[in-house]
């Protein structure tokens, strides 16, 4: 799904001012340095830009005024992201008065996108005030988006809004512990429908990412119920993805499955005592401590697996010692 924006012919006063929030939207994130600068100018111009979309007449185009609130809207998402947490009110509010103005049947796919970035931005709101209902209400917009759309007419964002209501299911498991094991199950199956549209064989970097968020959800739902067979799934799952992500071609992507592997290994080792789990978990972790002790940004990261690696070699250390 893409963000679009229509203008209005003639083109009124104050449309500059949407233009450039949208602009500013799209390019904090890629911009190179420091950041501050671009994002309290966007401030700024977020204020124009709100009071244009207020003043655009009725006779304006439906669609010209959902593309032009939409924009906005992720013009106060973006600068969410990016530390001004006032605009979630705003980003809420704007995205709304977009859903308000459309409807699925008349428009699916400008409807389906809004939806996502309500999801998104009840999302954000949920993790700032770790607020389950906020985040229940975004698993909802996604799953209002998986009902709607047809797999058949509309697939990949089909299979995009299953993946998002898989991973904020995935968020829900960790909120509500208690409830974890269903949130889990059903972010499991989430992923399972979004894999029958992103093939392996036609797209395979998207299908390597989908397929590691469901490893992980298989491992952490091997702490629940049959956790031996669940993690050894998991240990399947990963070990597929590596054929994709090769840590010649894409170092951090095979760090990061590399990981998961070396835990999921492990957790069955616990559980199985099994020397070959071990010695597979060692040599993930190894290999993804390379990787990250030489990525920007990753040191912390190679830290942490450097303690799990520890704790693995112990247990080798404890069944050498025992035979």
């Not at 304006?60 to 009110?89: H, W």
């Not at 512990?177 to 392996?200: G, I, Q, R, W």
């Not at 071990?278 to 002790?293: P, S, T």
Request: hydrophobic share 45%; charged share 25%.
């Amino acid at each position: 799904m893409a963000d679009t924006l229509d203008l209005p012919v003639p083109i009124p006063d104050g449309v500059g001012d949407i233009v450039r929030a949208a602009t500013m939207a799209a390019l904090l994130p890629v911009t190179s340095g420091s950041k501050k600068e671009l994002a309290d100018r966007m401030s700024e111009v977020m204020v124009g830009a709100q009071k244009a979309i207020e003043d655009l007449a009725k006779s304006v185009p439906l669609d010209t005024r959902v593309t032009a609130l939409n924009v906005v809207g992720n013009a106060f998402a973006t600068a969410v992201r990016f530390g001004n947490k006032r605009a979630l009110k705003g980003a809420v509010k704007i995205y709304e008065a977009a859903d308000a103005l459309i409807e699925a049947k008349q428009s699916p796919l400008m409807w389906a996108l809004i939806q996502t970035h309500l999801g998104a931005i009840l999302e954000a709101d949920a993790r700032l005030r770790k607020d389950p209902l906020a985040l229940e209400a975004a698993i909802a917009r996604y799953k209002g988006v998986t009902d709607s759309l047809g797999r058949d007419e509309h697939g990949y964002d089909w299979a995009l809004a299953h993946v998002r209501r898989a991973m904020a299911l995935y968020k829900m498991a960790t909120m509500i512990p208690e409830k974890s094991t269903e949130h889990l199950k059903a972010a499991a199956s989430a992923f399972e429908e979004s894999l029958t549209v992103y093939d392996k064989a036609q797209m395979p970097l998207r299908w390597a990412e989908v397929m590691n968020h469901y490893g992980v959800v298989q491992m952490a739902l091997g702490g629940h119920g049959n956790a031996e067979a669940i993690l050894q799934q998991s240990i399947s799952t990963f070990r597929k993805v590596l054929e994709i992500r090769r840590r010649n071609v894409t170092p951090l992507l095979w760090a990061q499955t590399s990981n998961n592997l070396g835990a999921a290994c492990f957790a069955l080792a616990k559980r199985t005592n099994e020397d070959y789990l071990l010695q597979e978990a060692a040599a993930c972790f190894q290999g993804a401590i390379q990787i990250f002790r030489q990525s920007r940004g990753q040191k912390k990261r190679a830290k942490v697996i450097a303690q799990n690696l520890l704790r693995v070699e112990q247990m080798l250390n404890e069944d050498e010692d025992a035979a």
